[in-house]
Nanobody, 123 residues
Framework: QVQLVESGGGVVQAGGSLRLSCVGSGRTFSNYHMGWFRQAPGKEREFVASITWSSNSRYYADSVKGRFTISRDNAKNTVYLQMNSLKPEDTAVYYC????????????????WGQGTQVTVSS
């Protein structure tokens, strides 16, 4: 099993930055693809970014490309999402996800999900 706990959310002004963290447990973290998703009020869950177990490949939604960076530190069982140049439309609950199948994860399906952390960007 894998348990995921997100942190780092908060309230920032447009143009600001936040770094989200997701800590996994179970001593199997390094075997999983990791991803970040978000869900804004009145909208469906949206793929944001993902990273392979060895960090050799990264994927981003077009809406965040060039502004967000996903990374991981397997020694610390942690995945990060660095968010720069934040916009009001980035406001959402952000969820960490883990799955051994990267394609499945990027398609919005995952074996494991965190509880989510709120990100609010004011204009």
């Amino acid at each position: 099993q894998v348990q995921l706990v997100e942190s780092g959310g908060g309230v920032v002004q447009a143009g600001g930055s936040l770094r989200l963290s997701c800590v996994g447990s179970g001593r199997t973290f390094s075997n999983y693809h990791m991803g970040w998703f978000r869900q804004a009020p009145g909208k469906e869950r949206e793929f944001v970014a993902s990273i392979t177990w060895s960090s050799n490949s990264r994927y981003y939604a077009d809406s965040v490309k060039g502004r967000f960076t996903i990374s991981r530190d397997n020694a610390k069982n942690t995945v990060y999402l660095q968010m720069n140049s934040l916009k009001p439309e980035d406001t959402a609950v952000y969820y960490c996800a883990a799955d051994i199948n990267g394609s499945k994860l990027r398609g919005g399906r995952s074996d494991y999900w965190g509880q989510g952390t709120q990100v609010t960007v004011s204009s």
